[in-house]
């Protein structure tokens, strides 16, 4: 596992002509009323992990649903997997779509289908054979700990259970940008860190690229501080005066874009809001 | 200022006319283009069919049976109880039968549809459809339609069926009147253009009820409050859409069968 230092600048972690897996450029939206986003640029490498901070109702939701399509911007352009998806009609999109995981704030599972029917959703509409999405199913389950709910369904799980399962259902497709919105809101602090251990374990195992919204600094900073450990099972802090180089950070205020960077950057910017939001 | 609340209420109502017809329009589409969701279709066509059976069955009879009641009041005066049969039947084939099984199937599957579509937006599970490379106007809008177009038109047939005997059990029954009679004024003055009308109508009853209910339900904002606003709306306009649509088709029959 690579690491830096916190205390000096870290290095960019992708490969300097590796291509964005999806790019913001001077994005705009509002609903009936002023911007909710305004003028919003940045972008997501292969391999990296960037978090999203920002206090609630700045539109940290709104930015992660524009990503796949679910909104459409007022102004600027949206590319995924290098493919502009601003004025792509619905149809096109879905496949794009496809290749992207999204984990919702309440989880979002279908409540009259089975955790089986559930994590293999997309997997059952292309067609699979039911011995493959057991399988699949049965291996994704396990990578969040939950086998045991295969056949149950979403009402008996509790807060916790369901966003591990939404990370399951976001997984199983093998997604090539990964999506999360609020993971470990309103979960206790144990629960929350065993949803940020699945979300470091999927970054250090699958390396897949991601954007996790979040306005609990101590979960971005965990992520950031720690890494999984295979042979342990479980996340391991990084030594001390380290963090992860693929995990950058974002933060809005009122519907700006107020940082873009590194956790180093973060902890030395200047900006009244980012200090007051830290402290 | 009032100006301007009349501006946008306008635009507001164009905005949902124009939001109703494109999604009506693409769910019409996905009738005749794959992938068409047969599981989903009969899964829906069981719970709308046969879910409201007794309700239409009990509707339908109970209405053949004060059409036959009132009636035969009023067609004493002129000594012409006979044509009660003829006079029930057609009421029932023409006008009764398709439009409160229209209603009452609004009342069942509009709100129902509403609710359940409505509950899946405010805990994003449309948006988690879509997330996972599902259109969910294919998925759920088109089947329902479906469904509810080809349901209807069957639970129109038994509404009519149940009121023609309603109609009998009432004639025999309480006006002591002769049943063959009656059943014979019912079918010999039937003509094709009154059963074509009555089976066309549930065609466009059915498409209203489910697109309607889809509609309403798949723009469900504010949460649980919302929900049931939602339910309060696809009811109450399709109800009122079903009996325009029904005066519309009358129209147009009246003046190619007159």
């Known amino acids: 596992m690579d690491t830096s230092s916190a205390a000096a600048p870290p290095t960019p972690a992708p490969a300097p002509d590796a291509s964005p897996v999806a790019v913001f450029r001077n994005v705009s939206i509002a609903f ?58 619905e149809e096109q999109i879905f496949s794009l779509r496809a290749r992207t995981g999204m984990v919702f704030q309440e989880g979002a599972l279908f409540d009259s289908l089975t955790i089986r029917d559930n994590v293999a959703y997309q997997l059952i509409q292309e067609g699979a054979g039911d011995e493959e999405i057991d399988a699949r199913v049965r291996e994704a389950l396990r990578f969040v700990d939950l086998e045991e709910t295969f056949g149950m369904y979403p009402s008996s ?47 250090d195992v699958y390396r897949v690229p991601s954007l996790l919204v979040t306005h609990r600094l101590q979960d971005a900073f965990a992520l950031c501080t720690h890494r999984f450990d295979p042979e342990l099972g479980r996340m391991a802090p990084l030594p001390e005066g380290q963090c992860d180089p693929h995990t950058t950070f974002l933060m809005l205020e009122e519907g700006r874009l107020i940082f873009d960077g590194t956790l180093h950057g973060l902890l030395h910017s200047d900006n009244a809001f980012v200090r007051e939001f830290l402290e | 200022m009032a100006i301007n609340s009349i501006d946008r209420t306008a ?9 109703y017809s494109l999604l009506a329009w693409n769910a019409f589409l996905n009738l005749f283009r794959p992938p068409i969701y047969w599981p989903e279709f009969l ?34 005066q002129f000594g012409a109880t006979a044509v009660t049969g003829r006079f029930v039947s057609m009421s029932m084939i023409r006008e009764l039968g398709p ?27 449309i948006d988690a459809m879509r997330a996972l490379g599902v ?60 059963i074509l009308q009555g089976l066309v109508k549930p065609l466009f009853f059915g498409y209203i009820v489910a697109s309607i209910g889809c509609f309403y339900g798949l723009r469900t904002t504010g949460g649980t409050q919302g929900v049931g606003r939602s339910t309060i709306s696809a009811v109450v306009n399709s109800s009122v859409l079903i009996i325009f649509v029904d005066f519309l088709i009358s129209q147009i029959m009246v003046f190619f069968f007159r």
């Open chain 2, 99 to 125: 439009v409160l099984t229209g209603i009452m199937v609004s009342g069942r599957n509009a709100s129902s549809i509403a609710s359940e579509l409505g509950s899946m937006v405010v805990t994003e599970q």
């Open chain 2, 135 to 194: 259109d969910p106007i294919r998925k759920l809008v088109t089947p329902r339609i479906f469904a509810c177009i080809s349901m209807l038109f069957f639970l129109t047939i038994l509404a009519d069926a149940f009121g023609i005997l309603g109609g009998a059990t009432v004639t025999v029954f309480l006006n002591h009147q002769n049943g063959t009679q009656y059943f014979s004024m019912a079918w010999e003055y039937l003509r094709f253009p009154d």
């Open chain 2, 43 to 76: 899964i829906q066509s069981d719970v709308i069919g046969f879910g409201s059976l007794s309700i239409v069955v009990l509707s339908g009879f109970f209405t053949g049976c004060v059409l036959a009641l009132q009636s035969a009041a009023t067609l004493a």
């Open chain 2, 11 to 19: 635009k507001q109502i164009v905005l949902t006319v124009q939001d």
């Open chain 1, 157 to 203: 799980l509790s807060g916790g259970m369901k966003r591990r399962v939404a990370i399951a259902r976001a997984l199983i497709h093998q997604p090539e940008l990964i999506l999360y919105d609020s993971p470990t809101g309103g979960l206790d602090p144990v629960t929350s860190y065993n949803i940020i251990e699945l979300i470091a374990k999927e970054r």
């Open chain 1, 32 to 89: 009936d009323g002023p911007p909710v986003l305004e003028d919003i640029s940045f972008s997501v490498a292969p391999r990296e992990t960037r978090i999203l901070l920002g206090p609630a109702g700045v539109g940290k939701s709104v930015l992660l649903k524009l990503i796949n399509g679910l909104l459409r911007p007022d102004k600027g352009s949206i590319l995924l997997f290098g493919e502009e998806i601003s004025h792509m009609p």
